[in-house]
T-cell receptor, first 114, second 113 residues
Framework: DTGVSQNPRHKITKRGQNVTFRCDPI?????LYWYRQTLGQGPEFLTY????????KSRLLSDRFSAERPKGSFSTLEIQRTEQGDSAMYLC????????????FGPGTRLTVT | DQQVKQNSPSLSVQEGRISILNCDYT??????FLWYKKYPAEGPTFLIS?????DKNEDGRFTVFLNKSAKHLSLHIVPSQPGDSAVYFC????????????FGGGTRLMVKP
């Protein structure tokens, strides 16, 4: 399977704990995106990388959130001191760097903060 | 401020008939539009896209129409099949914004046999 993969698929954590998610994009894609989706809503943009450079961050991405893409391949999204409001599906997508290229999504990581 | 809106939360269609899903946007800087399909517990799957220089794009049973003056796009599925039952999202991006997508809230399509 050469699609976008995400791990873990599900994560249950207690409020105040830190969590880290991983995304492996399609290998030839140099752009990688993180989105968050809550129930009944469409995905909301969080941040994106061009190779290893983080080029854009949404105001939704509070100081407790950090993302990295150290070698321009896989990416990690860390949430520190989780809150119940962080419960959501976290989606990763990748695309070629060309303008107007479609993004391909992974299956997502569902986070539940208790 | 929702820049992309899908005003119909759900749509029910008989198998074999046409499904029409609608989407409106407010940001005139959007120049690329996409439709995604999403099944439960899966990520969105890309269906079809259209650039703002076109008004129609077709791929098999799926056709997307773009009306820039009305800031409106629609997805037509003909003929509809039970396997098309899913949530459909429209999304838009603006040149120079890194292709970050702004999504609508989705429309749940139910195709009845």
């Amino acid at each position: 399977d050469t699609g976008v993969s995400q791990n873990p698929r599900h994560k249950i954590t207690k409020r105040g704990q830190n969590v880290t998610f991983r995304c492996d994009p399609i290998s030839e894609h140099n752009r990688l995106y993180w989105y968050r989706q809550t129930l009944g809503q469409g995905p909301e943009f969080l941040t994106y990388f061009q190779n290893e450079a983080q080029l854009e961050k949404s105001r939704l991405l509070s100081d407790r959130f950090s993302a990295e893409r150290p070698k321009g391949s896989f990416s990690t999204l860390e949430i520190q001191r989780t809150e119940q409001g962080d419960s959501a599906m976290y989606l990763c997508a990748s695309s070629l760097g060309a303008a107007q290229s479609e993004q391909y999504f992974g299956p997502g990581t569902r986070l539940t903060v208790t | 401020d929702q820049q992309v809106k899908q005003n119909s939360p759900s749509l029910s269609v008989q198998e074999g008939r046409i499904s029409i899903l609608n989407c409106d946007y407010t940001n005139s800087m959007f120049d690329y539009f996409l439709w995604y399909k999403k099944y439960p517990a899966e990520g969105p799957t890309f269906l079809i896209s259209i650039s703002s220089i076109k008004d129609k794009n077709e791929d098999g049973r799926f056709t997307v129409f773009l009306n820039k003056s009305a800031k409106h796009l629609s997805l037509h599925i003909v003929p509809s099949q039970p396997g098309d039952s899913a949530v459909y999202f429209c999304a838009a991006s603006a040149l120079g914004a890194g292709n970050m997508l702004t999504f609508g809230g989705g429309t749940r399509l139910m195709v009845k046999p």
